[in-house]
């Protein structure tokens, strides 16, 4: 015979919700209906019980201890090992599922039969608390200061669009971060979602507006649209919209070497012809092992005992990345040009070039691309600068914009006109 028990949570939604407690009467069913129904309660019992627990062992410790408890308890050694298992999987990105597996279980029990890794419900309960109780120091830690928020969206490879919102204050001279959430959207991150995100994350975390100074975003029309909402229509004494100057930055070197800003124009390569090549010859060789191995085989021709380099591909969309792969072409253009001879000698028919030469690089070429590196390296040693997360940037970023110009007014100011003509193009 089956025991049931009802939950009066449901029931004042006029829900009629039956739990199976199983004929031990257990209170695993319940909690783990907690747990997928009612968020707020479920975490509101794991505090409780963790609380509990520790009162029972302040309790125990009162009381005169036996020669036995001098020595490290097996209930204290497995509870050490769940938390650093804990700060483990998330550390290191793994499934809260890993502790179920046989071959990890039967790993861990090769060390001590007594510890066992916790299963994915349990791992669960202890990141609760954990965040619950880091939620609680960091709105005492917040409290009273000044901060900004960064927004970001984007889409993952599953089609799926989602939000974060970052925390940014300074305490003790200290740039403190801490991301506030990360959030599905299911009609795309629109102005409206994020806006909505926003007041959820700050009323969660009882920030407070008076003291809100500016939110930081990229240029796309969603967030310039919140950051106009922001600014004209919160009641906030300081929030400004500011951009994301390593974003901004991007978008210039893209229009410098591509003429053409457009998020949506980004798959049609309008880059320099020279650039254009390098970025045709850095996918074919990455996506031929047969490319990758001949050169790999030129480059110990060159130097026997050097390392063995790849080629490095762009993301047109990632910090400095084009400049990267402009960086390692011009580095191994020895053992490129010797890869191309290679393959002239060993073509199979004297008067066919092969699928490889076809992406071959001039003189001219390398010489395109070593005026391109010059350009972008300021723009790279810019963006490094500003991207750094340990220190407080916006105040560098006027004297880094002034520093760029001179650079680049230098370079342009070098360039012959009759000769450097792609190198004018692109300052």
């Known amino acids: 015979m089956k025991t ?15 739990i199976d407690c199983t004929k031990h009467y257990t209170p695993t069913p319940l909690v783990n209906h907690l747990r997928s129904a009612h968020k707020e309660q479920y975490e509101e019992y794991v505090l409780l019980a963790n609380d509990t627990k520790k009162k029972s062992k302040i309790t125990t410790s009162t009381k005169m201890k036996p020669i036995t408890e001098h020595f490290l308890p097996i209930s204290t050694s497995k509870e050490n090992f769940n938390r650093k298992y804990a700060k483990w999987i998330v550390a290191n990105n793994m499934p809260l599922t890993t502790g179920q597996s046989s071959d990890f279980k039967e790993m861990i029990q090769s060390l001590s039969k007594a510890v066992t890794p916790p299963d994915y419900r349990s791992t669960l309960d202890m990141l609760t608390v954990k965040k619950l109780q880091s939620t609680a120091k960091l709105k005492v830690a917040v409290k009273g200061r000044y901060f900004s928020l960064t927004a ?23 740039l403190k971060t801490h991301v506030l959430s ?15 995100q926003l007041v959820s994350d700050m009323g969660s975390w009882e920030l ?19 950051g106009r909402e922001i600014e004209e229509e919160w009641d906030t004494k300081h929030a400004r919209h500011v951009y994301c100057t390593d974003h901004i930055l991007q978008l210039t070197a893209v ?31 990455n996506s031929s092992t047969a490319a990758n191995e ?8 060159i130097n026997p005992t050097g390392y063995v380099y790849k080629l490095l591909q762009d993301d047109i969309t990632r910090w400095f990345s084009t400049f990267t792969l402009v960086q390692r072409v011009v580095k191994l253009e020895e053992s490129i040009k010797e890869m ?53 940037s916006i105040s560098l970023v006027p004297y880094i914009i002034n520093q760029l110009r001179i650079e680049l007014e230098g370079c342009l100011g070098a360039a012959n006109p009759d000769t450097q003509t792609d190198l004018i193009s692109l300052l």
């Open 4 to 18: 049931y028990r009802i939950c009066l949570l449901c029931f004042r939604k006029q829900i009629q919700k039956k």
């Open 152 to 174: 970001d969206h984007w889409t993952s490879l599953a089609n799926e669009n989602f939000g974060a919102i970052t925390l940014h204050y300074i305490a003790n001279f200290e």
């Open 182 to 196: 990360c959030a599905k959207h299911e009609n795309g991150a629109t102005a409206k979602e994020m806006e909505t």
């Open 208 to 226: 407070e507006r008076d003291f809100f100074i500016g939110i930081v975003t990229d240029t796309a029309a969603n967030m310039n649209s919140l």
């Open 255 to 285: 229009k410098a070497f591509s003429g053409d800003v457009a998020v949506a124009n980004y798959a049609e390569d309008t880059s320099l012809g020279c650039l254009k090549k390098a970025r045709d010859l850095v996918s074919h060789i």
């Open 294 to 301: 001949k050169l790999a085989k030129a480059q110990r021709m």
């Open 340 to 392: 191309f001879r290679q393959e002239f000698r060993n073509r199979t028919s004297v008067n066919q070039a092969t699928l490889l030469e076809k992406y071959s690089l001039s003189d001219e070429d390398f010489d395109g691309l070593r005026n391109i590196l010059h350009v972008l390296k300021p723009l790279q040693s810019a963006q490094k600068a500003l991207e750094g997360d340990k220190y407080v």
